[in-house]
């Protein structure tokens, strides 16, 4: 009965920015980490970043410096606000809510970005 739903991708020109957003829905009662990943075609899905529930945040490598993530609990909605962004960021962007005694992962629709000039 989770939903996590995302928004706010789309098509951007190289160093623009977007914020992508994920709202919760359904019961989760106990939240272990939450996480941003990204799928390009033809490649793994990867880790972005994550954001434990006592709010500390982990980020790959090569965005680093350029991406941010965040939570509102009260709205029940995580952000990626993404900056600087570049050609090889563009993927399917998942959200990712990790959850309970037995670390059940739920999954979101996708939103695509487009890094192109």
């Known amino acids: 009965q989770v939903q996590l739903v995302e928004s706010g991708g789309g098509l951007v020109q190289p160093g623009g920015s977007l914020r992508l957003s994920c709202a919760a829905s359904g019961r989760l009662l106990s939240i272990n980490a939450m996480g941003w990943y990204r799928q390009a075609p033809g490649k793994q899905r990867e880790l972005v970043a994550a954001i434990t529930q006592g709010g500390s945040t982990n980020s790959a490598d090569s965005v680093k410096g350029r991406f941010t993530i965040s939570r509102d609990n009260a709205k029940n909605t995580m952000y990626l606000q993404m900056n600087s962004l570049k050609p090889e960021d563009t993927a399917v962007y998942y959200c990712?809510?990790?959850?309970?005694?037995?670390?059940?992962?739920?999954w979101g629709q996708g939103t695509q970005v487009t890094v192109s000039s």
């Open positions: 990712n809510v990790n959850s309970g005694r037995f670390s059940r992962d739920y």
